[in-house]
Nanobody, 121 residues
Framework: VQLQASGGGLVQAGGSLSLSCAAS???????MGWFRQAPGKEREFVAA????????YYTDSVKGRFTISRDNAKNTVYLQMTTLQPEDTAVYYC????????????????WGQGTQVTVSS
């Protein structure tokens, strides 16, 4: 199973970025999540989506600014990030799991390599 995250970069505060996570090697109709880890901090949950895309979860700090979505035909999950703030600076990871969608990183079986998002003030 491979998850390939992409789309990170450097953006000014208030700007937008869109992350993608392409999956291969397993059935894609599984829950997917995005997590992030800032320097010196533990990895934290950002957003998750169930297999159909009908159910989504977000951490409070990104609600209204980030949108998770998926295209099962392309085996890809997306994270559209708007109104980015310096505190959003982190390495963003996508992950997949079986069963039901979850906010808990320990429930996720497979992880991508991460993509750096840096927001300048």
């Amino acid at each position: 199973v491979q998850l390939q995250a992409s789309g990170g970069g450097l953006v000014q505060a208030g700007g937008s970025l869109s992350l993608s996570c392409a999956a291969s090697g397993h059935t894609f109709n599984v829950p997917m999540g995005w997590f992030r880890q800032a320097p010196g901090k533990e990895r934290e949950f950002v957003a998750a989506i169930n297999w159909s895309g009908f159910t989504t979860y977000y951490t409070d700090s990104v609600k209204g600014r980030f949108t998770i979505s998926r295209d099962n035909a392309k085996n890809t999950v997306y994270l559209q990030m708007t109104t980015l703030q310096p505190e959003d600076t982190a390495v963003y990871y996508c992950a997949s799991k079986t069963g039901i969608v979850s906010r808990n990183e320990y429930d996720y079986n497979y992880w991508g390599q991460g993509t750096q998002v840096t927001v300048s003030s």
